[in-house]
């Protein structure tokens, strides 16, 4: 039931967070360069709340459709201004205070990132430590010598101690189909140099799971059971802190990973778990529990990790407030520079346009950040935002970037874009947004019932 009003809820916060900052950016710089405000509204349609300033007579409105927002200018070209207030009208300005109010919203969007970033990197993101588990044979990972118990430590100098880090870098790596130098510790503590030859993967940004793809896997520990959940199904089956399972049925178990997948395959079912403890081999019956994750049924037991192996599966990423804000800087230009070479790869056709996503897929990321606690959260609301600004620098008219591309064609020739080209290629950019809306619903569409 909680599930049911998480996600829209998360969506809708997400999407008024990151459309006010947006927004904000305009009416801030707007204001700065002696423009009037007449509107600041976060959403479409009818208001369900409105204010008027009663110092600049700015009407500030929360309206019922939360997919958008916008700043509403003092403009000749929109409706008659008077003579005392036309110093005030954004057409009215030179170019570069048009240039600048424009450029804001996207603008804002990279520095919220920044500063959400900054803020997390400060407190410390914890994340799975990129410590590599069975080898796929054959694969790419293979042929580069990796081991089981190898820890990654960076790619191509850059620091990439958890599995997040990795899974960015090796992106940009198969987008460059280039062999990359991996600095790993193996599993005696020795450094090592892995020479992955990436040519040849499959479009990398279709990989569901990239980390798989060429053969990699996450380390996983020997199936040693933690204390059991007080009257959850491994407690009632008689399974102890301190087996070591080795057998599920008739299949043989030896990581952990193994062990959960096993459970997890067998929701509401009952499964023989045979166990080794204090050097004896034992067989219990489980009756598996079950549960709903990603729309799918799956098999629970309720039993934890042993604690000893937390800290050797978990990293803690934390900076002084100087690394902080350089780190989040730099990540946020890597994902600006990364959203951009994959639209590159979508629009000459190098890329699925299944790759486009929509409204529904970031409701369903932004309830299950949510789900998970504030950091993934936050940390979903920095990648949305750098999404954002990235889309609307795009040359498209009817997005700020479209906008811009004139300011810096009339920069060039000291005359404004007319009134005619623009209008035509508003109603091109309109036909182009419009179609891209549609084929993002059409995909968030598909992968619902995929």
Request: include cysteine; aromatic fraction near 10%; charge should be neutral.
């Amino acid at each position: 039931m909680f599930e049911v009003f998480l996600y829209p809820v998360s969506f809708i916060i997400a999407l008024a967070i990151l459309i006010a900052v947006h927004e904000f950016g305009h009416f801030w710089v707007a204001r700065r360069c002696g423009v009037k405000v007449l509107k600041f509204s976060i959403g479409f349609g009818k208001p369900i709340w409105q204010r008027k300033s009663k110092v600049d007579g700015t009407e500030y409105i929360l309206a019922a459709i939360p997919l958008g927002g916008y700043v509403k200018m003092l403009d000749e070209r929109e409706s008659e201004v008077e003579e005392i207030e036309k110093p005030l009208a954004f057409n009215n300005k030179p170019v570069w205070a048009r240039f600048l109010i424009v450029a804001a919203g996207p603008a804002f969007n990279f520095i919220f990132a920044i500063i959400v970033l900054w803020v997390m990197y400060m407190s410390g993101i914890h994340g799975l430590k990129a410590m590599v588990g069975k080898i796929t044979p054959a694969s790419y990972a293979s042929k580069a010598g990796f081991e089981y118990g190898d820890q990654i430590q960076k790619i191509d100098g850059k620091i990439t101690t958890d599995w997040n880090r990795v899974r960015l870098a090796l992106l940009n790596a198969a987008l460059d189909e280039e062999t990359i130098n991996i600095s790993v510790l193996d599993k005696d503590n020795q450094p090592k140099i892995r020479n992955m030859n990436l040519s040849g993967l499959s479009d990398p940004v279709e990989q569901k799971d990239l980390i798989k793809a060429i053969g990699l896997s996450y380390w996983s520990p020997l199936a040693e059971l933690g204390e059991p959940v007080k009257a959850g199904p491994a407690y009632k089956a008689g399974l102890k802190e301190g087996d070591v399972v080795i057998q599920v049925d008739d299949k043989p178990v030896k990581f952990w990973s193994e062990w959960v997948q096993s459970v997890r395959d067998h929701p509401s079912s009952r499964i023989m778990v045979k166990v080794e403890r204090d050097g004896s081999i034992l067989s219990l019956p489980l009756d598996v529990g079950a549960m709903e994750k990603d729309g799918k049924t799956i098999g629970l037991a309720e039993v934890r990790l042993p604690k000893r192996y937390w800290s050797m599966l978990e990293v803690e990423i934390e900076y002084n407030p100087v690394e902080a804000l350089q780190a989040g800087i730099v990540r946020t230009w890597d994902m600006s520079v990364l959203m951009l070479r994959v639209l590159g790869r979508i629009v000459i056709g190098e890329s699925s346009l299944r790759n486009i996503s929509g409204p529904l897929t970031i409701a369903q990321y932004a309830g299950d950040t949510a789900s998970l606690g504030i950091v993934p959260f936050l940390s979903f609301l920095a990648i949305v935002s750098i999404s954002l600004g990235v889309l609307n620098l795009l040359p498209i008219p009817v997005l700020d970037g479209g906008h811009l591309f004139y300011y810096i064609i009339e920069m060039i020739t000291g005359k404004q874009v007319s009134e005619q080209f623009q209008s035509a290629a508003q109603q091109l950019g309109i036909f182009l947004l419009v179609a891209l809306m549609g084929l993002a619903f059409y995909n968030d569409i598909l992968r619902l019932f995929s």
